[in-house]
């Protein structure tokens, strides 16, 4: 982070912080810099900030150099707790404490329906508010996942569910954006974002009880569901102009007839085809559509074997 002598030259190599630091703390520069860390505060790298939070305002180095901070650059420390932080660093720092009940999600929806009114004909961004509003709102979605869901693979908070599903449905809407959509066509939209925008990180049994769930709300959901047959077995077919639920089925594979080796072979399956479809929705958004509240980014999560670089590799 800050920097290491190398054991071939015994060279001195800068570290991450200390080149962001370098570079954001010139008196040449116009603009003002604004340097976040967003990680859990750990007293391996926090000490080393002391000189830098107090009256000095200097970064040293253990290769002896210093580095002065400038006017025109600012700190911020974006943490969830301060459980390591010693009173040395609790007091070099303004405090601004921010509740999670306070600060709800609601604003979120209705800032992404305001921004998409001017994609959508005429009043059709008050049609999406509504129908988010139902579920987030009405039905308290994310309240009932916490209690109905047991096996999460991976921790989110409340605001991280919200914009995954804003995100989804955004990539969702873009095979959508010369056609005319019904309301149905929009709560699909809607509820195929909310699916796997919230309980995407969740194992199968936990999507089991979600899918009974939304049934038990009126959802639009896939006509004749068959046995252990989930919303997550289907997807959102545009070839008929319309938001129409298809069930997922992998393409038939074929061999490569020549110059190919067994260890490289990858086989589509229910599951890589899947990922393949949400991770293109996020990524092939246009860059004016990248919601910065999380940049657009994957984490693509599973076991072992389950083809998640090969996944992600098509996409580099």
Known sequence: MYGVKSEISDDWIPGIFSTIWSKSNQRSSKFNTWITFDGPVDTLWIESLNTVLDDNKILTLANGER????????????????????????????????????????????????????????????????????????????????????????????????TSTLNLLTGVMLQYSNKTLSDMDYERCVLFAIAWGTAGTYENSDRMIFNEWLSSKGAQMPAKLKENETIFDYYLDASKGCADWKLVTPEVWSPPEKNFQFSQLLMPTTDSFKADYLINCILSQPKQNKNPLCNKSVLLIGGSGTAKTSSVLMFS
């Open 67 to 162: 580095i002065p901070m400038t006017e025109n650059c600012k700190l911020v420390f974006e943490v969830e707790n301060l459980n390591n932080a010693s009173p040395a660093t609790v007091s070099r720092c303004g405090q601004v404490y921010i509740s999670s009940t306070d600060l709800g999600y609601e604003a979120v929806i209705r800032g992404y329906c305001q921004r998409r009114k001017a994609e959508l004909n005429q009043n059709d961004h008050e049609k999406l508010r509504l129908i988010l509003t139902k579920w987030f709102s009405t039905n308290n979605l994310l309240e009932n996942l916490q209690k109905m869901m047991k096996e999460q693979v991976i921790f989110l908070e409340n605001i991280c569910y919200v």
